[in-house]
């Protein structure tokens, strides 16, 4: 199993763009998440989804979408990139609930000029 | 706001030495979780303690509940360097519809000196 991959690792974006960053797990997960992680502030959740078809948006919504169209993929998608979106985004998922260990992504490190 | 923090911030110890750090948070739990990271990478899964437990032991790590203090602290005992790493509690929480989620703190920063 390949586990949680992100795809890209690193991202330059100008403000104003778009851009989609990639989740998948091979794991048959239901539960998938989306945290941002800056310096002094651990890690923020963006949104989360408990199954195909099914998101909710956590602590710092603002500014991004999500959609679960199959269990594997849960893309963040930017809609116009902003300075304070820069970050470390971090992808999770779970068996089944939050409180199952969750496995985590190898992060894209995003920076918008 | 986020659910939980940790204390302290950022804590440098011999190795052999023990070291503990603790978390505070808001609202009930369920379940509360602990998790470290090694610098740059994704966070790794080390313990979760249930709100009917108060003390729960898993090889050199120990974790302790206080659900009237809605608090945790985590117990390292004999420190090694590869114990450096941050480490953060996480709390589950029920939102407004109804989903579970999870939440984490704002992270301990340990430091193994040789």
């Known amino acids: 199993n390949a586990g949680v991959t992100q795809t890209p690792k690193f991202q330059v974006l100008k403000t104003g763009q778009s851009m989609t960053l990639q989740c998948a797990q091979d794991m048959n997960h239901e539960y998938m998440s989306w945290y941002r992680q800056d310096p002094g502030m651990g890690l923020r959740l963006i949104h989360y989804s408990v199954g195909a078809g099914i998101t909710d948006q956590g602590e710092v919504p603002n500014g991004y979408n999500v959609s679960r169209s199959t269990t594997e993929d849960f893309p963040l998608r930017l809609l116009s990139a902003a300075p304070s979106q820069t970050s470390v985004y971090f992808c999770?998922?779970?068996?089944?609930?939050?409180?199952?260990?969750?496995?985590f992504g190898p992060g894209t490190r995003l920076t918008v000029l | 706001s986020q659910q939980g923090e940790e204390d302290p911030q950022a804590l440098s110890i011999q190795e052999g030495e023990n070291a503990t750090m603790n978390c505070s948070y808001k609202?009930?739990?369920?379940?509360l979780q602990w998790y470290r990271q090694n610098s740059g990478r994704g966070l790794v899964h080390l313990i979760l303690?249930?709100?009917?437990?108060r003390e729960k032991h898993s090889g050199r790590l120990r974790v302790t509940l206080d659900t009237s203090k809605k608090s945790s602290s985590l117990l390292i005992t004999a420190s090694r360097a590869a114990d450096t790493a941050s480490y953060f509690c996480?709390?589950?929480?029920?939102?407004?519809?109804?989903?579970?989620?999870?939440?984490f703190g704002t992270g301990t920063r340990l430091t193994i000196i040789p």
């Open positions: 303690i249930r709100s009917n437990e």
């Open positions: 999770a998922s779970s068996l089944d609930r939050p409180q199952d260990t969750q496995y």
């Open positions: 609202t009930s739990i369920n379940n």
């Open positions: 996480a709390t589950d929480a029920v939102s407004n519809f109804g989903n579970e989620k999870l939440t």
